[in-house]
């Protein structure tokens, strides 16, 4: 159990956190220009963490974090970096144990498809980092038959000195660390910014719940200090952490819409629970403090189109983008009444005691809607995003292979004919054929009627990659030594191809290419079934 010294002083350390700062005249002039990712600015009112999300076609959510509460968050836009003559207004809140205040702008009644200059509120103030103004490009309209690319991420941690790095602890750290020369999962991101679309990102964001194991490991140093974490450096690291993963991915999520799932690392400060084997303490969610349960950060951090699309903030929603229909839902909460959900009370992480965030049935009446009511005849494609996977080579440890999703999710993507789930959760990449219940579609590939499984939670953060077990049958490719990304590009109504893309160098280890036949009659038919067999060149490598 937690020791007492360690809860002690969290009232007052509450009330501490929201505490107004001023910016002394000499912090402002002797500005640099530049922010350090995780640090206090000198202004409070510093724009950070950029972040913004499609909302629906029209429409954009620009969002962003201050150490001081806006009276009216705005941002400027126009079709032309001189001309940014539309003003849109939003709302900055805050909640228990965060050093900032999240402000979020909703755009609305854009052109579909479009490019757009931007800036928000105290964008350049005195004491700021310098910051060119922002762009952002709107979600193509639905039926648009252009090719086009899409970043995805699972698993995806701070990276450097405080996260995944070349070093680990004297007591522990990463299986795998970055090699000497090695690009990190971030670094090759942006290298590759202008080749895709947007980035979407099925759950376990930052890491930032890993203080405590880093702290223990001696990651951060070796003093007791640095060892045993108090109230102060619980609460402080972790915002640290949390707050300089998301100044790391800045540059690219204010220019590409980043679309996230619920993981269960952003369920609470300590959602896995860990057991510190040099001074023999174990802590637990005991140590987490109001604001750091409950997925309370995740709630407040991002802004979905769940309005759009009739879902539940976070945690289940879809959008359409061109040829693809998209949709997110959520494996941690909310699982249909008679299963058991990973993260609420009695679950394999019931540490968390999260949940749940809709009625009972919610979700899965959602998910069974929105699959019906696609048009197919526009976005033949249909691909779904959540976090655990229940095909995957890996120990049964914690859910690892979550088969109550399984039986409340996969029913009705082969009903309604889905054709890619991507899932993450196993810190390795594997690509299975298209399956139902553990039976492989004979077609492979080539016109499928299952649906194809690509689990890739091999982004990295601090505690590394997984090790998998011996493939079974169902697997076609895998790898559990390199830290990647996958790159899905959809190149017509037929033909969809997946990269595994090693963020070390930029080569591509995995591809193959899914054909589809896609016929579809009628506009609103949901229904996968219309497929019909057909000649094609599926194919992997």
């Not at 629906?56 to 968050?73: E, R």
């Not at 590409?256 to 057991?275: C, F, P, Q, R, V």
């Not at 991002?302 to 693809?324: H, T």
């Not at 590009?489 to 080569?507: C, D, I, K, P």
Request: hydrophobic residues 35%; charged residues 15%.
């Amino acid at each position: 159990m937690l020791p007492l010294y360690l809860v002690a002083g969290f009232a007052l350390l509450v009330n501490a956190q929201h505490a107004q700062v001023s910016p002394s005249l000499s912090c402002l002039t002797e500005s640099r220009g530049v922010h350090v990712p995780g640090s206090v600015p000198c202004n409070p009112f510093e724009p950070l963490q950029q972040r913004i999300a499609f909302a629906g076609t029209d429409g954009m959510t620009v969002s962003w974090s201050t150490f001081a509460q806006l009276a009216t968050p705005q941002v400027w836009y126009g079709e032309s970096p001189s001309a940014l003559t539309n003003v849109a207004s939003g709302s900055s809140s805050t909640y228990p144990t965060s050093r900032v205040y999240d402000n979020h702008v909703k755009i609305t009644g854009l052109k579909a498809g479009t490019k757009y200059w931007y800036r928000t509120s105290y964008q350049n103030c005195a004491g700021c980092a310098y910051r060119p103004t922002d762009t952002f490009t709107t979600a193509r309209e639905a039926g648009d038959n252009g090719p086009f690319t899409v970043a995805v991420v699972v698993d995806l941690g701070l990276m450097g000195a405080d996260g995944l790095s070349t070093a680990v602890g004297p007591y522990g750290g990463a299986l795998a660390p970055l090699g000497p020369n090695d690009l990190n999962t971030i670094q090759s991101l942006l290298e590759n910014k202008d080749t895709y679309e947007f980035i979407a990102h099925f759950g376990d964001i930052a890491y930032a719940d890993y203080f405590i194991k880093e702290s223990w490991q001696g990651y951060f140093g070796t003093g007791d200090s640095s060892l045993i974490p108090n109230a102060t450096s619980v609460v402080d690291g972790y915002n640290s952490l949390l707050e300089q993963y998301y100044d790391q991915m800045a540059p690219l999520t204010s220019a590409k819409a980043y679309m996230i799932g619920a993981g269960n690392h952003e369920a609470s400060l300590e959602s896995d629970g860990t057991t510190d084997s040099v001074h023999n303490i174990t802590y637990d969610t005991s140590i987490c403090m109001a604001g750091q349960t409950n997925f309370t950060g995740y709630i407040n951090h991002f802004r979905m189109p769940a309005d759009e699309s009739g879902g539940n903030g976070n945690f289940w929603y879809s959008f359409d983008y061109a040829l693809a229909h998209f949709i997110l839902i959520d494996t941690e909460t909310d699982l249909p009444e008679g299963l058991q959900s990973p993260d609420e009370y009695g679950g394999s992480d019931a540490g968390a005691n999260s949940g749940p965030f809709g009625y009972p049935n919610e979700q899965i009446n959602w998910l069974e809607k929105d699959l019906a009511s696609i048009d197919r005849t526009k976005t033949p494609w249909v691909i779904v995003g959540l976090h655990r996977p229940w095909y995957i080579a890996a120990k049964n440890a914690s859910g690892t292979v979550c088969l109550a999703c399984q039986q409340a999710f996969e029913p009705l993507m082969v009903k309604y004919g889905v054709d890619l789930y991507m899932q993450g959760h196993v810190h390795a990449y594997e690509r299975n054929k298209p399956m139902s219940n553990y039976s492989v579609d004979p077609a492979g590939l080539n016109n499928p009627q299952y649906p194809w499984s690509i689990v890739n939670g091999a982004a990295g953060h601090y505690d590394g990659l997984s090790v998998l077990l011996t493939p079974p049958y169902y697997v076609d490719y895998s790898i559990d030594t390199a830290y990647g990304w996958s790159r899905l590009t959809f190149h017509n109504r037929t033909h969809l191809t997946h990269e595994f893309v090693a963020s070390a160098n930029g080569t591509v280890l995995d591809s193959a290419t899914l054909y589809k036949e896609h016929q579809f009659s009628g506009s609103g038919n949901g229904n996968g079934g219309g497929n019909q067999g057909g000649n094609g060149g599926g194919h992997g490598n």
